[in-house]
């Protein structure tokens, strides 16, 4: 048989609660949904390989939000990711996960997976946030992906990897009713009916064009092609805050993290062309971005991380993490360079933009159960809006997402959906398969993504975004009209190209509505240059409305925690002030 | 409109004299998040078929044999 060639097929199963992504909250959400119920059937679906899949493919260095009793508490914690989100937080989903995340810890340990202790046996928590403590070290963080493999197993959760999920199924009456899926390597369709629906489909990581042009080369895992935040627009969910983008300090062409979070603690700092450190604090939020942008822009860049003044003991014990987890080719990328950190300090750069609440706030809206405006839908991890929740919010979250998802399972049956909406999806799906000549994804896909750095990335000019717009629509056109795919495997990326657009899309529109500027360099209109309390104090709602993309203001839920007067802009004071 | 096909050097080299695909091994097929190794009609190994590469290691990591080597795509390094 040829490459990946194309077979023309549906077929259709049913489950209780199926989970769409199977990298770090997708997991977790299926274990939490079998041992609610073990009787009911779960089927986490991915779109590459469980064991190898989503951000954590290779581990994790450690947890950058641990709220661990004695170093933090859940107040503190939500105090402080509120003051770095400008304040536009719904507190309650965050001090859940606050009170929550210690218990999971717990639970990750009892997998197998270690966390760094002094010895007196505790856990030896980094400070690395502004305010707060709560960066814990994983010295055996590779294996975070095997571990979460064999309680999948030993669970049986019904595993079916090699399937892109691309549309959601409502019934009339606006409920979840399953998800329209196809083989990534032979264009097999396959229908999934299911109670409840939860979406951990990753960050939209393949939005803007990384400046190696290498299309691959993202900060993100690539296969993060925003196929959740797409899906979730056209089921008619909310998305909050897109124009919060996703922007991070990264090694210069690599693009990867460096890590600040890892080697901050040991003493390493990020410093100018001058050896001066010019930030207060490495912690990653969008009023430290504008600072690091501002320092590239100035004249005083290139902009380092310096490790050169540590003991090479020292040395070698960040290298020990930095090359072996989360991105372990890190090494081989200085080695190339002929960098050694005992000599060269660490050339940084900014990254392509992306949405990812991981890190921001750009997010599918969900409550504290996890839930979106869909009835039957949840979200968790880098897609669903709750802030700065990192690889243990996705843990946490997607947890939280598990349960509530069973329950709701438990207590409604399947919701109808309409046969034509297949029809009509599997037309869109397979339109692409069906011309003899055309464009290909990776040529449509490269164009959007340049469109996206030319025009939407910060500082976010009114006049930019409208030419940027009227591109993309042209774009858009082609994708519609003319693209084509010859095998399953460039039809993979051809839907991918679609969630691609999608969210370029959003990104746009997301960030004319909000007029002020807001999280630094996240959203910087420079029409629109200051912060406007008085009319932007709010989150924005971005969703789907009779085919028409729409934008609301969503009020902030009162604080469960209060913030001072005098704490409310500590984020703000971010550049270091030369001493007089 | 005409297609035609670029050159590109990929990052992922198999070492076929290592690699055991030929006697069924799939390992680096089955973890590659991007999907893009394939093993070959031809010589029955492993090989890269899409240069869309995160150079991210599972397929290295995971090789029961060392046949994989993961280098950092040309355009980064």
């Not at chain 1, 002094?118 to 502004?130: F, L």
């Not at chain 2, 030929?22 to 190794?37: E, H, I, R």
Request: proline residues 4%; glycine residues 8%.
């Amino acid at each position: 048989m040829a490459l990946d060639e194309i077979v023309d097929g549906l077929s259709e199963v049913s489950c209780d609660v199926l989970v769409i992504g199977g990298g770090t909250a997708g997991p977790m959400a299926a274990l939490k949904a079998k041992l609610k119920n073990p009787k009911a059937n779960v089927v986490l679906l991915e779109k590459a390989n469980v064991k190898r899949s989503g951000a954590i493919s290779m581990g994790m260095d450690g947890l950058n939000n641990a709220v661990i009793p004695g170093y933090a508490t859940p107040e503190q914690y939500t105090k402080e990711i509120t003051i770095a989100n400008d304040g536009i937080v719904d507190q309650k989903a965050v001090y859940k996960y606050a009170q929550n995340c210690y218990k999971i810890i717990e639970e990750l340990d009892s997998f197998g997976i270690r966390f760094l202790k002094n010895e007196n046996g505790d856990y030896a928590v980094k400070k690395v946030h502004h305010i707060g403590t709560y960066v814990l070290p994983m010295p055996n963080g590779e294996t975070v992906k095997k571990a979460l493999y064999r309680q999948l197993r030993r669970a049986r959760i019904l595993i079916s990897n090699r399937y892109m999920a691309t549309r959601l199924l409502k019934s009339a009456d606006g409920r979840i009713a399953g998800a329209v899926s196809v083989n990534t390597r032979t264009a097999e369709m396959l229908v999934i009916k299911a109670k409840a629906v939860i979406l951990c489909m990753g960050a939209a990581g393949r939005l803007g064009l990384p400046t190696s042009g290498y299309m691959f080369g993202t900060y993100e895992n690539a296969a993060n092609s925003g196929d959740g935040y797409a899906m979730a627009y056209h089921a008619g969910a909310a998305l909050a805050n897109l124009e919060c983008f996703q922007i991070n300090p990264l090694i210069k062409d690599y693009n990867g993290p460096a890590c600040a979070y890892v080697a901050g603690p040991f003493g390493a700092y990020t410093a100018n062309n001058e050896g001066s450190r010019f930030i207060e604090c490495d912690y990653w939020s969008g009023q430290m971005m504008l600072e690091f942008y501002n320092e590239l822009l100035s004249g005083k860049g290139p902009v380092f991380l310096q490790l050169k003044h540590l003991h090479p003991d020292t040395i070698s014990e960040i290298e020990s993490t930095l090359h072996k987890v989360e991105r372990p080719t890190r090494g081989l990328f200085q080695q190339g360079r002929g960098v050694d950190y005992r000599s060269e300090s660490i050339e940084m750069h900014i990254s392509e933009i992306g949405f990812c609440s991981g890190h921001s706030a750009s997010g599918v809206f969900v409550d504290d159960n996890a839930r979106t405006t869909v009835p039957g839908l949840y979200a968790a991890g880098d897609m669903a809006s709750v802030p700065h929740n990192y690889m243990l919010g996705a843990f946490t979250n997607g947890a939280v997402a598990g349960v509530d998802a069973m329950e709701f399972a438990d207590s409604h049956d399947f919701a109808e959906f309409d046969a034509t909406d297949v029809a009509m999806e599997r037309d869109r799906v397979m339109a692409p398969t069906r011309r003899e000549d055309g464009i290909p994804p990776n040529q449509i896909e490269y164009k959007t993504r340049r469109l996206v750095n030319d025009y939407l990335q910060p500082p976010k000019v009114t006049r930019k975004y409208e030419l940027g717009m009227r591109r993309l629509a042209e774009a858009r056109e082609d994708m519609q009209e003319r693209m084509i795919a010859r095998n399953a495997h460039e039809l993979l990326r051809a839907l991918e190209v679609q969630s691609i657009m999608d969210c370029a899309d959003m990104a746009a529109h997301a960030s004319l509505y909000r007029e002020e500027s807001r999280w630094g360099l996240y959203h910087w209109r420079t029409d629109f240059p200051e912060k406007d309390n008085e009319n932007w104090f709010c989150h924005t709602l971005l969703s789907k409305r009779d085919g028409k993309m729409t934008s609301e203001k969503r009020a902030v839920e009162p604080y469960v925690v209060p913030i001072a007067d005098d704490e409310k802009d500590l984020y703000d004071k971010q550049r270091i002030r030369a001493s007089a | 409109m005409p297609l035609a096909s670029y050159q590109t050097s990929v990052p992922v080299v198999v070492d076929d004299a290592k690699c055991i695909a030929d006697k069924g091994c799939t390992v680096c097929v089955d973890v590659c998040p991007l999907d893009v190794l394939r093993i070959s009609d031809m010589t029955k190994k492993a090989y890269m078929a899409y240069d869309e590469c995160w150079y991210c290691m599972p397929c290295e990591a995971d090789c029961p044999t060392g046949a994989v080597t993961v280098n950092i795509p040309y355009l980064l390094r």
